[in-house]
């Protein structure tokens, strides 16, 4: 049965960071494409990034680029995503999705002060 | 980037009518389109992949079709599970795009 976890929102202050985790189990993390897509409270879906299998090329939606980094450790079945220079419009729930055929339950940011 | 359009935005159905949702893209993106079911609370959940490839378990009730700018995602016979809002979604070049959602509520 694939998996995926999400980890590390939490309540951060505007310009702060945070690194959401997601611990992928079930199939072949190695050899798949990984997303990372969020949704604003009562809004749409918005993709955010993804990341080759290798992890060798990465792909960002322009509004966080310069700002978030994703990443991956095959070793470990992770996926990350840095998330630097927080703005409250980066408030969302954040989804951990394997190419986005499957997805996890998501981890809360909320950006305050 | 490329605009991905649905409609309507929301829609009123009964049990067992069928139901037609439309995206239109700005631009051509082939077959490169992909269909969500959310419900709230819940994460999405892929339906079709490729504009009319039914993902693994999806009900047949569920069919998609569509080719370059205009794109349909169909339900043959709403359920009471089927009450929820759906996306689509390109996935031809990046940044990746979304529609707006169209919730498909009862009537």
């Known amino acids: 049965e694939v998996q995926l976890v999400e980890s590390g929102g939490g309540l951060v202050q505007p310009g702060g960071s945070l690194r959401l985790s997601c611990a992928a189990s079930?199939?072949?993390?190695?050899?798949?494409?990984m997303d990372w897509v969020r949704q604003t409270p009562g809004k749409g879906l918005e993709w955010v990034a993804n990341i080759k299998k290798d992890g060798s090329e990465m792909y960002y939606v322009d509004s966080v680029k310069g700002r978030f980094t994703i990443s991956r450790d095959n070793a470990k079945n992770s996926l990350f995503l840095q998330l630097n220079s927080l703005r409250a419009e980066d408030t969302a729930v954040y989804y951990c999705?394997?190419?986005?055929?499957?997805w996890g339950q998501g981890t809360v940011v909320t950006i305050s002060s | 980037d490329i605009q991905m359009t649905q409609s309507p935005s929301s829609l009123s159905a009964s049990v067992g009518d069928r139901v037609t949702i439309t995206c239109r893209a700005s631009q051509d993106i082939s077959d490169f389109i992909s269909w969500f079911q959310q419900k709230p609370g819940k994460a999405p959940k892929s339906l079709i992949y490729?504009?009319?490839n039914l993902q693994s378990g999806v009900p047949s009730k569920f069919s998609g079709s569509g080719f370059g700018t205009d794109f349909t995602l169909t339900i043959s016979s709403l359920q009471p599970e089927d009450f929820a809002t759906y996306y689509c979604?390109?996935?031809?070049?990046?940044?990746?795009?979304f529609g707006q959602g169209t919730k498909v509520e009862i009537k």
């Open positions: 490729g504009a009319s």
């Open positions: 979604q390109q996935y031809k070049s990046y940044p990746r795009t």
């Open positions: 999705s394997a190419s986005l055929n499957q």
């Open positions: 079930g199939f072949a993390f190695h050899n798949t494409w």
